[in-house]
């Protein structure tokens, strides 16, 4: 009974001691907001990954890729059976993207995906990414009509920040084509002019044609005259298909010689990340550098060996963004036949296609790896690769588990700072107390007793820190969006930009074991460093400590 | 003489050496030493002579390093640590020159200290009613009636030794070890608290032994045993027979 009394008087006349409950209460704190956040920031980059990539990838070594995927898909369901819920063939090369702006050419090294439009979003969270309502239902590389958003659709948030796109699809590409032809007879009406009046001075007058040809570059004019590669490519335009551009299916295709209309016809379509195509200022607002459309050009390698680069012109139909940087200025998506057409992946005699991968889908809860050691078993692994999402990711998972476990073994330090603060202050009132202690020994009082005592006083403390601390962590973890809010208000700066995470919001997770854990560690070092100092009172002689002054 | 009363403390041939490095101190040579039941004993002897250190031995506060002691006929030395934690709760009552009282409790807690001690949480639940009323009692008795709240640094020398008498007499000890009591206090508040002892005594039948190097305070005692050399001095160089004879009187009407 005794060590009760003596525990509660000790601690209403040692306020140091609530000292270190402080330090208890602001390290498990921090460390139930930190692992949070890291936790929310993990959570959200993996199912980012997994979106984006499929459960499992199967894939050739060779940028050539293998033939006939169906006959491949079929052993691959023979194989795996059950678990296999969805297919989808893939072809993917490095390649260079190239647009104007304003009248200067810009060039980006992307990955060319060639994707089945019609099977593609059902093996993965594809289409969830896209830019356009419809085409978050069904992919179609055929430009829309409008009706983009202006809203970020993966936030939660209902403020316009991509008021570019409100014009985008047709509406922009006819305005676009009007002004350009409009500007073309303005420069043209300048050089006959310019020719006239000095045609000694050669100077000026490179300098326009120059401008024209900029001009020029990037646009359908450029298509009058293709090149031969480019010609072989573009098929045939189908007439058709200027009066209807919105069927993703039919696709304007202008024919030999023809000259295409760009008003009215599109090139073949292309979903580019949104990272290639736009920036985001500092109001929070994206720009862009090119919309949907705009006409592009991609260089990539042939089928062949060895490879040669080939040329070719598109139309941006929509963005696809993953809010992961690292594929959304990387990727671009083009129809999976298109691209089989132009790199030559076509068997003429057999008519076979090639690819380069076939993304699978499992059923939910189905072993990842087991299915992938399965597959590996029935195709020779010096063919093909077969990696979960997981194994393609591997090291940058690994790095953020890493992380996390690094940052806290530091915070964990800050509670045992508070731990060896509890040990001086615990030693100071063990010195102090010599005395009593004696005269509780001379009572009768046994050094398992004596010892609780301050035992007991840790425990007390990691409780009530640790219990303080884990009100203020989750009120933290739980508020922290509006904490971030008010804190920006308060200093007008903004503490979290979305620029550089792409989420609107600060993601936090409380896993309850996380807590748990940290809980008991606090506890735990608490009432550690009592020990020694508890220790030390039991120990005390008596006779020695009645005589302590 | 007291031969015939029953020895409630028997102490044979106790010897106690303090060691530090090379040097080996013998304060205590052998010490012989009987108390008897109801019995009011003085020890006196230089400063350094070894009273202390034979009352903590007797208190269960040390361990000699030979010879015997016996409480009521049992020998209470080499115990376990925990029987004598227990002994030390229940048996004896300590009493000390400088009071020893603990400074954050009241002088009503400090009387029910070793009763706390003694129970745990859920008993001292059930008996903490009359422990409270048994402490009180006591506190009244020595006047101290109208100070259960005060704090010990709230109270004078005198009446802080009478609350660490009551505090030593709240568990019923069979002996009470009193190392000069009076040391700290002026003459006439001494008196008091020698009153209270010889009272204790004569009522209570209490048997007290009582340290102090005043031979005056020891003369209230029914005997008087000299420490000199590490040994008890046979030879009573100031025997108070008056003293011996109210005790053997009040045994044979007792
Ligand atoms: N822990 C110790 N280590 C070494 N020597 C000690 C220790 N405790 C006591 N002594 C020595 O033992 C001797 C007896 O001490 P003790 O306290 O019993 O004397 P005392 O008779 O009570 O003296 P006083 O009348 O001054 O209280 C002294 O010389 C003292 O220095
Ligand atoms: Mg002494």
Redesign the pocket.
């Known amino acids: 009974m005794y060590k009760l009394l003596l525990c509660w008087r000790y601690l209403r006349t040692r306020w140091i001691a609530l000292a270190s409950i402080v330090s208890v209460t602001l390290g498990v704190a921090t460390m139930i907001v930190v692992n949070a956040v890291m936790a929310g920031f993990s959570h959200e980059m993996q199912t980012r990954i997994h979106g984006i990539l499929s459960d499992l990838v199967f894939e050739s070594h060779s940028l050539s890729g293998f033939q006939d995927p169906q006959w491949h898909m079929d052993e691959i369901k023979r194989a795996a059976g059950d678990d296999i819920v969805g297919m989808t063939p893939t072809v993917a090369v490095p390649a260079m993207l190239n647009f104007q702006v304003r009248g200067q050419w810009i060039t980006r090294q992307i990955m060319l995906i060639g994707i089945d439009e019609a099977t593609h979003a059902q093996v993965s969270d594809f289409g969830r990414y896209l830019q356009h309502p419809a085409n978050r239902g069904q992919l179609s590389f055929g430009l829309r009509d409008g009706g983009y958003d202006t809203i970020d659709s993966q936030s939660d948030t209902k403020a316009v920040t991509r008021p570019a796109l409100e014009g985008a699809g047709w509406p922009h590409r006819r305005m676009r084509v009007e002004r350009e032809r409009v500007w073309r007879e303005k420069l043209e009406a300048d050089r006959r002019a310019g020719v006239d009046a000095g045609a000694a001075e050669s100077g000026p007058a490179r300098s326009v044609d120059q401008q024209v040809n900029a001009v020029l570059a990037a646009t359908a004019a450029d298509a009058a005259a293709p090149s031969a590669d480019q010609a072989a490519d573009q098929a045939a335009a189908d007439p058709a298909a200027a009066g209807k551009p919105a069927d993703p299916f039919r696709q304007a295709r202008p024919e030999e010689g023809t000259k295409m209309d760009p008003a009215r016809e599109q090139f073949t379509g292309i979903v580019p990340g949104i990272g290639l195509a736009s920036f985001r200022d500092n109001a929070g607002t994206d720009r862009f550098l090119v919309l949907p459309g705009d006409d592009v050009k991609i260089t990539f390698p042939t089928a062949g060996t060895p490879p040669k680069a080939v040329s070719d012109t598109f139309t941006v139909v929509d963005f696809y963004e993953s809010k992961m940087s690292e594929y959304d200025s990387n990727f671009v998506f083009v129809p999976i036949a298109s691209l089989q057409r132009m790199r030559g992946m076509i068997d003429p005699q057999s008519g076979l296609a090639s690819v380069n991968s076939i993304q699978i889908k499992l059923r939910e809860g189905a072993d990842l790896d087991r299915v992938r050691d399965t597959l590996r078993k029935v195709f020779p692994a010096d063919l093909y690769a077969v990696s979960t999402w997981r194994d393609k990711q591997g090291p940058l998972l690994a790095a953020v588990d890493m992380e996390m476990s690094v940052l806290n073994i530091l915070l964990f330090l800050i509670i045992a700072v508070a731990g060896f603060g509890i040990l001086a202050i615990f030693f100071m009132i063990v010195v102090e107390k010599t005395r009593d202690i004696g005269i509780l020994k001379s009572l009768g009082a046994s050094a398992g007793g004596i010892g609780g005592i301050f035992l007991g006083y840790g425990l007390f403390l990691g409780i009530v820190g640790a219990g303080a601390g884990l009100a203020l962590g989750l009120s933290i973890a739980w508020n922290i969006n509006s904490i971030r809010a008010g804190v920006e208000w308060c200093t007008g700066e903004r503490v979290f930009d979305p620029s550089i995470y792409y989420f609107y919001r600060i993601p936090s997770i409380v896993h309850p074991f996380t807590v748990l854990w940290i809980i008991v560690g606090a506890v735990g070092i608490a009432v550690g460093s009592s020990v020694l100092p508890a220790l030390r009172a039991a120990r005390l002689h008596p ?2 400590a009645l ?1 302590h002054d | 003489m007291t031969e015939t009363a029953p020895a409630i403390l028997r102490v044979r041939d106790l010897r106690k050496n ?1 060691r ?1 490095g090379e040097t080996t ?1 013998e ?1 205590l040579r052998g010490v012989d030493f009987d108390l008897a039941t109801g019995e009011f004993v003085s020890i006196v ?10 009352l ?1 031995l007797m208190g269960l506060l040390d361990a000699a390093d030979a010879g015997s002691i016996e409480l009521d006929g049992t020998r209470i030395d080499g115990l376990s640590s925990s029987r004598r934690d227990r002994l030390r709760n229940t048996a004896v009552g300590m009493v000390f020159q400088s009071y020893h009282l603990l400074p954050e409790l009241d002088a009503l807690e400090n009387v029910l200290a070793p009763l706390m001690v003694r129970h745990g949480v859920i008993e001292w639940l059930r008996v903490r009613h009359q422990a409270r009323d048994t402490a009180r009692a006591l506190l009244d008795r020595f006047g101290l009636g109208g100070r259960l709240r005060h704090k010990p640094r709230q109270l004078s020398g005198g009446e802080m030794q009478r609350v660490a008498i009551a505090r030593a007499l709240v568990t019923r000890p069979r002996v009470l070890l009193a ?2 009591p009076t040391g700290n206090l002026d003459e006439a508040t001494g008196a008091g608290i020698l009153d209270t002892l010889c009272e204790l005594n004569r009522a209570d039948g209490l048997s007290i032994v009582l ?1 102090t ?1 005043d031979a005056a305070v020891a003369r209230r005692a029914d005997r008087i045993v000299r ?1 000199a050399a590490g040994r008890v001095d046979d030879a009573p160089l100031s025997s108070d027979e008056a003293g011996q004879a109210r005790h053997a009187a009040r045994r044979k009407a007792g």
């Open positions: 006779v020695e005589r | 303090y530090s101190l304060v002897g230089q400063s350094g002579s070894g009273k202390s250190t034979l903590h190392d000069e340290v190097h420490l």
